[in-house]
């Protein structure tokens, strides 16, 4: 998974908290009013409407420009905008030639293009291209929004009319109809072109599950339900095959339509042909063998007389002059006209999402053999630069940089604007990365020649398609002293989240450029738009503002340091001045790098943004600074590749959200000592020490080294009355086990939570706080001076830049070599050094515990490599501290509740050190040579073969003789072949000391096999992960890693090799609020207004992404489990399917997001009576799972509850047991053998004994349950009556049993038998029994109930002290039960 869009959003935490949930996770779902009804806690996705699954990033707060705005943003005008745009559409008719006439429901916000693309997709208007909408004779102009025309309503008649051809619209003709040709071949997916991407789901629910599957509905006579797993699915097996990742579809034997279509060699037409209408000549072989010549002319289609050898432009007899190709082509080959019905119709019944676009290009990692056909299309644009007509647009090639920025001028006072604005920015940033990824390709194969085609290779820059590109090398020791080419290889990356941030701030009149970075081929490519005018100057001259040569020479320019300070808080940056080589002070708002330059255009840009954040001081070791002692202890600071390690935006936005937690605490403390000792009330006796020790310290300190000190302190005792309070954290302990002075420490940052404990346990805290809140607000002003100082001691503890209110910033330059600071901001400098050493010991003591935390308690659930990255960004932690993540899990005690996580990092770590190494390895590989290399390094890699040799093309062989001899010289050096000498162990040994050296992480392996055998990995797994890290693309099909005869992958397994793009995903801010909001409302428990939100939510994602995207993913995937909740299941199910095929199509057929989806969609079958597809569905995820990670993962024992559940309901009693006793055994192993999920899971399977009549197993489970229940929740909760209920039962049926078996031993065949009950488990209760475990819970409410509930959420929410009811004192222990590892 590729681009980086998965920023999936979901609730911030602070509206789960205040909807009292206790929980806190990362889904923060309702647990306000669930807490009867389900006694069990089922930890993490309990959440009644959880964001979908453990796996979505918690939004990084972007859209919350500082670290605390409100979360529902939207005031009520936008919502009623919204309203009046969605509203009203009307319906018009539509006549086209030659068909019957039809409806369409239009919006008056269309344009007329957009009919147009509808009328191109239809299948019986598909093959016209070439046409204009006439209303009343007057044609319609294309580009002009519907609203706009008049005499257009309800009822009008649109006509659709012929038009002339041109060469341009013979040319869209002849291309349309070839995609319509191939619109059922995947080639385009496989070879990734054109936005196409693979998606299976209808192979496994036999097409379209709405109305069509309601037809082919066997729900109830359950015999013709064929539920056999295939065989690798078993729990248990060790075959991992790799074949069925792409099930082959019927439907992708295409039928041919044609034999050949390309264009004629006779093209050109010559000067007198032009003069009678000829545009083109087409060549062109029928199925029935039959060739003919083609005239396109500006009348249309018809046969000429031209054969291969002889041009004669004469019309054939009979002609057949027609309109469109395809008309002629149905009138020559009865074949065609039979088969392209046919096609067409099997193409419209597609989901439209499975042939939609995707915004930016997914790659396949497996494909398998695909035929190559001819295609004059592709060869046309293989060989013409496709720029001339590219995308339809006048002006031949685009100019990008152009386009990129007047997007950004568009108007955005209301939300229409908005919207037309943030969809026109979407729609150019998609086009620009498909552009430049296409461009880097072409500079790579050597396609595009140099601007300075006189300087070596590795120096070389190139312009394409207004486009510039440069690699990724140390050009000119550029970056000498930072690094050198591991820099300049690092720069590109750091730019671009530089170039995020400061998009995502979206400052009026600053301008970015626009910028993708492409690895293909081992080589790093950046591609930029280009600033007008800067290609005829010299930098010297054009940079007016920053610094080229790293601050030895600096300038500054007002407009610049008024348009940065406008960013300066959102992105914590502080204005600070430097010397220049005159020694004289510039005042800088950004890093020195920042270069500002004022383009012809007039607009301010600024580029080389790589220092935007500040520099991590754990990876800089700097003469005469010591690091803080929790950093010492981990062994920092360590000494990295390069010099541009600097922090994540998410570390800092933690960092400071941190810091203000901290800073109200201290106020409110201090103002109510103040008031303490105005009263002379007696100190509340259990925190008046805490209060003391907090509120005598910060006012002493004056340096800020004590001052440290003094926060630490003041943490400490703070967080103690916390934890007092309600024993909120025994776990602290556990988790950081050798961390011990840090434990409680830390404990502050740890939960949430503990603001909240502290209120309650200090009265009269709460107003204390709002206090200190009023006095941090009024900025200083009218502040009576001892509340005044209060602020000031407050600001001074946590290094907050101002003294009257909280304002924490970074100064980006401090510790840049080069960079000189002014005499006068000595203090500061100290102070900024201090945040610094304060945030990278924040990062490895409160972040990396906090992330083995939320895995421990599940809310954070990796599956692959993608998802554990996304997990480490999301908390601000830099992959470059993977090998430090792994030391901390390795020494937790828990460390066997973590297994998972540990493996999924140990094979992160160990692919991205191969990916490393196979970076340089392809970059000393001539192309003729590629599959060859890529197949041998695999081998080396994953092959058991020990003397894995490789096939040099034939032709090298002679020369290779003779280079025996000098078999040690430096790759590249003229030898192309040195690739061929890498041997499995020296990969190996490469990969150990790469670690080393990288990760700061030791692994003891020198083989494959010892890796395999040690971490227990699968060969699959680490295939599938080095794979898509380096955008290999191999033959599907099954290999045999472990054959020590011959090696495992052959020159003919390597397809392709695919370039890995990064790029900035722009994003839809107003429906991004609607989600937020329908989020918390959803929480609230108000499901209707949630619900009513998330649709408007998926308006406005439509309206600015297109269909396809994530984060309509996410929205679909939201609204099906509402609809879900309220009710309505076929609407749950077609939103479910929208959003599997969307995941399939934008993340890829084996994402973990899309197993997910998969287990969502399958229950909603199974609600619906398809029990076969609910089946199917359940063992692709298990499947899919399998390859991804294993099975020895906590997500796979939900998943095989699942299993286990419908086959007992289908009454396949031995196989759903093999199922549920492989989720008996992973939930006990992850969740600790006293958890309520392992009671669940001993129910379950008793149920199935149960059914099949073994009492005495039944009997054993239940109690194993039971006893849990018992001593969890106590003899009085309903569940452990339940549970005591059902082993009565259980004994009675047994007994019963007894007494039978013994009246036919003592009597003979003349017993009297007495009826024994054998209960086949009823489908409502086996559904009720799913939504317990994927964590849906209906609360069987009359209306009274529902208003009750939510007069109580809202008085809560007004009180935000939770009252100490019943229900969530015992919901809270439940849940901590839940929570604490279990040793």
């Known amino acids: 998974m590729v681009s980086k869009t998965d920023d999936i959003p979901v609730c911030p935490a602070e509206l789960a908290d205040e909807a009292g949930d206790g929980a806190q996770d990362a889904n923060g779902g309702s647990r306000t009013h669930l807490k009867e009804s389900c006694g069990c806690v089922h930890s993490a996705d309990t959440a009644m409407v959880n964001g979908g699954g453990p796996h979505e990033p918690v939004e990084e707060v972007e859209s919350k420009q500082d670290g605390h705005s409100e979360a529902n943003g939207i005031d009520e005008s936008n919502e009623q905008e919204v309203i009046v745009i969605q509203d009203t559409g009307f319906t018009v008719k539509i006549q086209a030639p030659g068909a019957e006439p039809f409806d369409l429901q239009v919006s008056p916000q269309e344009m007329v293009q957009e009919i147009h693309q509808v009328l191109i997709d239809r299948e019986d208007t598909c093959h016209r291209t070439c046409f204009s909408l006439q209303l009343d004779g007057n044609v319609l102009a294309n580009f002009a929004e519907l609203k706009s025309i008049e005499g257009l309503q309800e009822g009008s008649l649109l006509k659709v009319v012929e038009e002339p051809y041109t060469v341009r619209e013979a040319r869209i003709h002849v291309r349309h109809i070839r995609d319509l040709l191939k619109s059922l071949d995947p080639s385009d997916a496989y070879n990734g072109v054109d936005c196409n991407s693979l998606s299976f789901l209808s192979i496994f629910t036999d097409g379209d599950l709405g109305e069509s599957g309601k037809r082919k509905r066997k729900g109830s006579e359950l015999e013709q339900i064929d539920c056999t797993p ?56 029928t199925v029935e063998e039959r060739h003919v010549s083609v005239t396109a002319s500006t009348r249309g289609f018809y046969l000429n007389q031209s054969t291969t050898y002889t041009f004669n432009p004469k019309p054939a007899n009979p002609s057949f002059l027609s309109h469109s190709l395809v008309e002629l ?135 394409w398609n207004n486009i510039f590109f440069s690699l990724g090398f140390d050009v000119r020791d550029h970056y000498r002293e930072l690094g050198g080419d591991a820099a300049a290889h690092a720069a590109p990356t750091n730019d671009l989240n530089g170039v995020r941030a400061y998009g995502a701030v979206d400052v009026e009149g600053l301008y970015t450029l626009g910028t993708v970075v492409v690895d293909y081929r081992g080589y790093r490519v950046t591609a930029q738009s280009i600033i007008p005018g800067i290609l005829e100057r010299e930098q010297e001259q054009s940079v007016i503002y920053g610094s080229i040569d790293f601050g030895k020479t600096v300038v500054s320019h007002g407009k610049y340091l008024e348009l940065l300070e406008k960013t300066s808080r959102p992105l914590k940056v502080q204005r600070h001045n430097v010397l220049n080589e005159k020694n004289d002070a510039v005042e800088l708002c950004s890093s020195v790098e920042c270069k500002g330059i004022i383009g012809n255009d007039g607009r301010h840009y600024i580029l080389d943004l790589l220092r935007t954040f500040p520099p991590d001081l754990n990876f800089l070791p700097v003469e005469g600074e010591e690091l803080p002692p929790e950093c010492q202890r981990q062994g920092f600071p360590r000494q990295h590749r390069h010099r541009l390690a600097c922090l994540r935006q998410e570390l800092i936005e933690a960092f400071v959200e941190h810091r203000y937690l901290l800073f109200m605490k201290m106020a409110a403390l201090q103002l109510m000592q103040q008031k303490a000792n105005k009263n002379e009330m007696p100190a509340i006796t259990q925190t008046s020490e805490t209060e003391t020790n907090a509120d005598a310290k910060p006012t002493a300190p004056s340096d800020s080294s004590s001052a440290q000190v003094s926060t630490d302190s003041s943490v ?118 201090q945040l610094l050493k304060d945030s990278a010991a924040f990062l490895v ?50 460390k066997a509740q973590l297994e998972h996580f540990y493996r999924i990092g140990i094979i992160e770590l160990i692919t ?99 890796v395999i055998e040690k971490h227990g990995l699968q060969k699959i797994t680490l295939l599938r992960e080095i794979s898509v890290k380096a955008g290999i693309q191999i033959l599907i099909k099954e290999y045999n890693f472990d054959s020590r005869h011959k090696p495992t992958f052959t020159e003919e397994d390597i397809l392709n090799i695919f370039p890995v793009v990064k790029h900035v995903n722009p994003k839809a801010s107003d429906a991004f609020h609607f989600f937020q909001s329908g989020q918390a409302k959803v929480q609230q428990g108000f499901l209707k207004e949630g619900c009513e939100l998330i649709n408007e939510a998926l308006n406005l994602f439509n309206n600015v992404y297109g269909a396809m995207h994530v984060e309509i993913c996410a929205c679909l995937r939201l609204l099906a489990r509402l609809n879900y909740i309220m009710g309505d299941h076929a609407e ?122 073994e009492f005495r197993s039944a009997l054993q489970h239940e109690k194993e349950g039971y006893t849990i229940y018992k001593n969890q929740m106590g003899e009085a909760h309903e569940k452990t009556k339940e549970s005591s209920e059902y082993l009565k039962y259980l004994t009675q049926q047994a007994v019963a049993l007894q007494r039978t078996m013994n009246e036919i031993y003592k009597n003979g065949s003349s017993a009297s038998i007495m009826p024994l009950k054998f209960t086949a488990p009823s489908m409502a209760n086996i559904l009720e029994q799913l939504n317990i475990i994927n964590g849906i819970i209906f609360i069987p409410l009359s209306q009274k109930d529902l208003e009750n509930l939510k007069a109580e959420v809202q008085r809560r929410q007004n009180l935000q002290e939770p009252e100490k009811s019943e229900q969530p004192t015992e919901d809270s222990t439940l849940e901590l039960e839940d929570k604490i590892p279990v040793d």
């Open 230 to 285: 295939p065989e690798h699915i078993l729990p248990g097996g060790k075959d991992r095959p790799l074949v069925p990742l792409q099930p082959q579809n019927k439907d992708w034997k295409p039928m041919q339509c044609l034999k050949v279509l390309t264009m004629s060699g006779w093209n050109p037409p010559p000067g007198n042909r032009k003069m009678h209408g000829d545009l083109m000549y087409l060549y062109i072989v």
């Open 329 to 463: 082509l149905s009138q020559i080959s009865p074949a065609f006209k039979k088969n392209f019905t046919a096609l067409q119709k099997k193409r419209v019944q597609r989901h439209p999402f499975e042939r939609i676009a995707t915004p930016f290009q997914v790659y396949s990692w497996t494909s398998p053999q695909v035929d190559h056909a001819m295609d004059c299309v592709r060869a046309e644009d293989a060989y013409t630069s496709r720029l001339g007509y590219e995308e339809h647009i006048p002006g031949q090639t685009r100019d990008w940089n152009e386009e990129l920025q007047t997007t950004r001028e568009l108007p955005r006072k209301n939300l229409p604007e908005r919207l037309l604005r943030e969809r026109a920015i979407f729609k150019v940033h998609s086009d620009f990365a498909a552009a430049a990824t296409r461009g880097a390709m072409a500079v790579i194969d050597g396609n595009v020649m140099a601007i300075n085609p006189g300087d070596e290779t590795h120096m070389q820059m190139f312009i």
């Open 716 to 833: 400490q005792t703070d967080s103690n009355p916390g934890v007092t309070e309600k024993d909120e954290k025994p776990s602290n302990a556990a988790t950081n086990g050798p961390l011990e002075p840090t434990a409680t420490q830390n404990g502050e940052c740890k939960s949430p939570l503990e603001g909240k404990e502290l209120e309650e346990s200090i009265p009269g805290l709460a107003q204390a706080k709002e206090l200190a809140e009023t006095l941090v607000s009024e900025d200083g002003a009218g502040i009576d001076p001892k509340s005044r100082e209060v602020v000031l001691n407050a600001c001074k503890a946590v290094g907050s830049i101002s003294n009257t209110s909280f304002d924490i910033r970074f100064n980006p330059d401090i510790f840049s070599p080069g960079v000189r600071f002014p005499d006068d901001s000595a203090d500061d400098i100290q102070k900024q050094k």
């Open 845 to 894: 003591s409160c972040q990396i515990p906090s992330l083995v935390k939320d895995c421990l308690d599940h809310s954070a659930l990796p599956m692959d490599g993608a998802t554990l990255t996304e997990a480490l960004h999301q908390r601000g932690i830099n992959i470059r501290y993977l090998g430090n993540v792994l030391e901390f899990v390795d020494k937790t005690p828990a």
């Open 1132 to 1253: 749950a199910l077609s939103n479910q399917q929208k959003a599997v095929l969307m995941s399939e199509r934008v993340l890829g057929i084996e994402h973990p997001n899309t197993i997910q989806e998969y287990m969502h969609l399958a229950l909603y079958c199974f609600a619906n009576g398809q029990l076969s597809t609910a089946l199917k569905l359940l063992y692709r995820a298990r499947y899919l799972m399998l390859l991804v990670c294993g099975e020895d993962h906590p997500e796979m024992a939900l998943l095989d509850s699942n299993i286990g559940l419908v086959l007992h309901g289908v009454m396949e009693y031995d196989l759903a047991l093999r199922f549920l006793e492989n989720a008996l055994a992973l939930n006990s192993k992850y969740h600790g053998a006293r958890s309520l999920k392992v009671a669940l899971s001993h129910h379950l399977v008793a149920r199935v004994y149960e059914s099949k009549a």
């Open 912 to 1010: 991205r050190c191969a990916k490393h190494i196979f970076k340089t390895y392809l970059q000393g590989v001539e192309l003729s040579a590629l599959s060859a290399a890529v197949s041998h390094f695999l081998n080396c890699f994953l092959s058991s073969f020990p003397d894995a040799v490789a096939h040099l093309p034939p032709d090298e062989l002679v020369s290779r003789r003779k280079n025996r001899k000098r078999r040690n010289r430096v790759p590249g050096s003229g030898d192309n072949t040195a690739w061929a000498s890498l041997t499995p162990s020296e990969l190996w040994k490469n990969i150990a000391s790469e670690a080393q050296s990288y990760y700061h992480f030791t692994i003891q392996c020198d083989s494959v096999d010892q």
